[in-house]
């Protein structure tokens, strides 16, 4: 059953669904997706707010053909040494450690020891997860912070539109490590920040890491209130 079958059949989730039951897919199946559920949620997105209504996102979809010419490109790119993933200030690397505690440990059973199965579960990231759709999200380099807020707005309306439909997501700021392949294989031109990839499909349940979810810290950790 395709996605736009299931969402037919099923009742749609409410906002509140649609946030808790988002996750990142690490696994896809290879089934095509409807293209009208994908253009639904692209214009939903659209519809995001931005400073002075620049709408300062611009997406890079991909599939079929060119997305298995990118992939091999971005491998090529990734095995030649180790992946140049972006890096985190020394501050918040520990939560990088422990998301891949869960994801490789937890998720995927491979032992922190065993770097060859973990560099081989790292350079999946660059065949995007077998998701036969991808975006690739950028922003003009000549914007700033506040036009950012705009662009994550847009990508996290995007993100919760296909979960209603049924689509799984995954955002990968690992495969921003190679804009140069990006750039070459889509022609995306010199003026724009890459950003993150954004892999789309249908989620293979018998993947044991697609069951994590991964908890968030108490609002306290990021919130303050002032009363007086």
């Known amino acids: 059953m395709s996605a736009k079958d299931a969402s037919k059949t099923a009742i749609e989730p409410t906002l509140d669904e649609a946030i808790k039951n988002r996750h990142s897919t690490r696994k896809f199946l290879p089934t095509p997706i409807q293209q009208d559920l994908l253009i639904t949620a692209l214009q939903f997105a659209q519809l995001s707010p931005s400073n002075s209504n620049i709408q300062p996102w611009h997406l890079t979809v991909v599939s079929g053909q060119r997305l298995i010419k990118l992939k091999a490109a971005l491998n090529a790119a990734a095995t030649k040494t180790n992946p140049n993933i972006p890096p985190l200030p020394d501050t918040f690397s520990h939560f990088r450690t422990e998301l891949g505690y869960q994801v490789y440990g937890v998720g995927m059973g491979i032992a ?116 007086k």
């Open 112 to 227: 922190r020891e065993d770097r060859e199965s973990r560099r081989e579960a790292v350079l999946r990231n660059y065949e995007f997860f077998g998701a036969p759709v991808v975006g690739i999200l950028c922003m003009d380099k000549r914007l700033g912070a506040v036009d950012a807020m705009g662009v994550g707005m847009y990508l996290q309306t995007l993100l919760l539109e296909l979960t209603k439909v049924g689509l799984e997501t995954c955002v990968e700021v690992s495969v921003a490590g190679y804009p140069e392949v990006l750039r070459s294989e889509l022609g995306i031109g010199d003026e724009l920040d890459i950003l993150c990839g954004v892999a789309i499909g249908l989620e293979d349940g018998e993947f044991r890491a697609n069951e994590l979810r991964i908890a968030r810290q108490p609002i306290e950790k990021n919130v303050v209130f002032l009363e």
